[in-house]
């Protein structure tokens, strides 16, 4: 059983930037691969970008390719979601995920691949 715990969110005007952090507790000493996806009200959640265990595989919805940067560190157990340029739009509840036992260096983009999620961090852009 892997923990998440989200942090990071809260109001910012359009253009500023935000940095999500995601740390997970428990079995953290397994490969897992990690996620970040976001739901706005009346929307279905969707995916954001994902990163595998290594660091090494790094994948990205195409809305926010060059305006979010996500990495990890594992000595941390901690991810992170840098959010620059941030429009109304980006507006959204954004939940971290997590794989069970996954291999290294690839990380799944589909919400159905991640098993554990923490309860989500509200990021409200203001126009």
């Known amino acids: 059983q892997v923990q998440l715990v989200e942090s990071g969110g809260g109001l910012v005007q359009a253009g500023g930037s935000l940095r999500l952090s995601c740390t997970a507790s428990g079995r953290t000493s397994v490969s897992f691969a990690t996620a970040w996806f976001r739901q706005a009200p009346g929307k279905e959640r969707e995916f954001v970008a994902a990163v595998s265990w290594s660091g090494n595989g790094i994948y990205y919805a195409d809305s926010v390719k060059a305006q979010f940067t996500i990495s990890r560190d594992n000595v941390k157990n901690t991810v992170y979601l840098q959010m620059n340029s941030l429009k109304p739009e980006d507006s959204a509840v954004y939940y971290c995920?997590?794989?069970?036992?996954?291999?290294?260096?690839?990380?799944?983009?589909?919400?159905?691949?991640?098993?554990?999620w923490g309860q989500g961090t509200q990021v409200t852009v203001s126009s």
């Open positions: 995920a997590a794989t069970p036992p996954w291999a290294i260096n690839i990380a799944p983009t589909e919400e159905s691949k991640y098993h554990y």
